[in-house]
């Protein structure tokens, strides 16, 4: 038998557990948190807040689990304390300042500069994380008496499904899938105060199953490929560094950022100094994964050209492979991409379809799907299935193949017999 507990809310009276529900004595509440064991009376407590005390063993579990929260949150008082000043409650902006610093991970030092930890986000990640809770601190959200309010001034534990509902159709006219972005970081945001204790409930969920989804058949993937001349145009107009670029992203399927932020003592040589493989620390990694990438003859020349410094030296190990002619690091090839494809008169590519391409063309190749994933650095193989679909050379292949196993028995099955027994064999059984 399963030992019974009475999770946190309990009568000290002789009248028996059965009996709890109709006998008039009061509700005490228990709870364990951090080494320390709170046991108060609901009677008490209600009374100094100048509320009635409960009587049901539902309104002992909701002061129950209000009381949780404020332990978790350190805003408890105990009875015949003084309230403090700013109440009992945080604020949606109350949240957010400490989801800033303690998840996305936000520090200013003594002279304004903003750093990022990188603890759990990387730095274009944080930024990206910022610009959503700034973007939700100002929006409106419903408020008594057909009033509104920003979202920041609202108590977190008040804002409710209608909340969500109403940032999303503020957001709507800017884009779904922007629209999208943003409830995905609300909704996270609400789950980290869950585990922090700072609420109990999220918005986005009731019982156990989600009121709020997003719109996701709005996102639809892209499937853009270089089209035949688009590569030969690209590496003609683009000027030597964008074409280095170019030409690794084709060979390696590594993302902009990896190959910027790649240096050249992360670029391991053969016994005939020849670079063969190009490890990625899980600190330059968008999946916080380590791995090495083989590096092919074309990817091989363009980084013998650019090893060294003008003064015909080889670059030291701190340098930057795909940075200026000294090695120093180039933060963005933007504006150069879109110079580019404008020369060339390319249109709808961005640099991030070379790296579909990469992985279209290995797939074709014969490679293993788990092969794709390693190479592109997927942390799950259904990423891979969403990031890449069967490309149309990959099913002619596929379809040729069919045909010729289909084709080949019925050629067998068809050829002339060699006897008259085998063409008669009616006959040959007289």
Known sequence: MPRRTDDGIRKRCACGRRRWLKCKHPWHFSYHRDGHQYRYSLDVIARDRGEPPPRTRLEATQWRDRLRT??????????????????????????????????????????????????????????QAEYHLNTLRRTEVPAANGATVKCEAKPIDAITRADVEAIREARRPHGTIGCNRLLARLRHFFNWAIAQGFIEHTPFQRGGVSVVKLETRAEIPR??????????????????????????ALSTGCRRGELLSLQWSQVRRDENDQPRWIALPAAKTKTNQSRMIPVGPRLRAEL???????????????????????????????????????????????????????????????????DVRDFLGHANITTTSRYLASTPVRLERALARMEDAISTPLAQTSRPSDTPEERSPAKSLN
């Not at 089209?227 to 074409?243: C, D, F, K, N, Q």
């Not at 640099?351 to 490679?367: K, M, T």
Request: glycine residues 10%; proline residues 5%.
């Open 70 to 127: 404020e332990l978790r949150a350190g805003t408890f008082r105990t009875p015949g304390s003084v309230a403090p000043a700013t109440g009992v409650h945080f604020t949606f902006g109350d949240v957010a300042d400490r989801y800033l610093v303690v998840y996305v991970g936000k520090a200013v030092d003594k002279t304004g500069t903003v750093r990022w930890n990188g603890r759990y986000l990387r730095p274009a990640s944080a930024v």
């Open 223 to 248: 499937q853009r490929r270089l089209l035949p001349g688009e590569e030969a145009a690209l590496l003609t107009h683009a000027g030597p560094h964008l074409r280095a670029l170019i030409v690794a």
């Open 304 to 370: 013998a050209m650019r090893q060294h410094a003008p003064d015909g030296k080889d670059l030291p190990g701190t340098a930057y492979v795909f940075g200026n002619e000294v090695g120093e690091r180039i933060d963005s090839a933007k504006t150069a991409w879109n110079a580019t494809c404008r020369r060339a008169g390319i249109d709808g590519l961005r640099f991030h379809d070379l790296r579909r391409e990469f992985a279209c063309r290995l797939l074709e190749s014969g490679a293993e799907q788990h």
